[in-house]
């Protein structure tokens, strides 16, 4: 019941992300909401086009290890899921280069808070406690929430 509820979480969470990608999309960074125009008031990142599709496809890595961790959890394959948490979400030295190339502090700082949050993941994965995985694994995906509602490329 834990995995369901967890996977549900999950797909409204991956929604609302989405929604935030599909905003970056749109002219004038607004978007429709019941017919009425709005401005998106997020704060840009001023990234150059090649660095916004290298920092999307990092994204979108970092949703499929998501993804691939709730199924391993689901298969009870902790040290598994534990390796997908290390390797693709956890502060290895190339997500540490990365958000060092980034000028805003303030998302340099959730992108170092993010990472070293999918080390924990990998941690509380290693000791195979469902609930201990999940409220790491929410807390991981609150910086990805709070990192696109906060800024846009």
Do not use: W
Not at 40 to 51: E, F, H, Q, V, Y
Not at 70 to 96: C, N, R, W, Y
Not at 126 to 143: E, I, P, Q
């Amino acid at each position: 019941m834990k995995i369901l509820f967890a996977a549900s979480a999950l797909v409204g969470v991956f929604g609302i992300n989405a929604a935030f990608a599909a905003n970056e999309q749109m002219p004038m960074g607004g978007h429709q909401h019941h017919g009425m125009d709005t401005m998106d008031t997020r704060t840009s990142l001023g990234l150059s086009a090649p660095m916004k599709q290298h920092q999307l496809s990092n994204m979108r890595e970092h949703v499929e290890a998501v993804r691939s961790i709730v199924g391993l959890i689901a298969e009870q394959k902790f040290d598994e899921a534990s390796t997908v948490a290390h390797v693709k979400l956890g502060l290895t030295p190339e997500m540490q280069s990365m958000c060092n190339m980034f000028e805003n502090e303030d998302f340099r700082k959730l992108g170092f808070a993010f990472h070293k949050s999918g080390d924990d993941l990998g941690d509380a994965l290693k000791t195979g406690d469902v609930d201990a995985s999940l409220r790491a694994l929410n807390k991981t995906m609150g910086y990805c929430v709070e990192r696109h509602a906060t800024y846009r490329q």
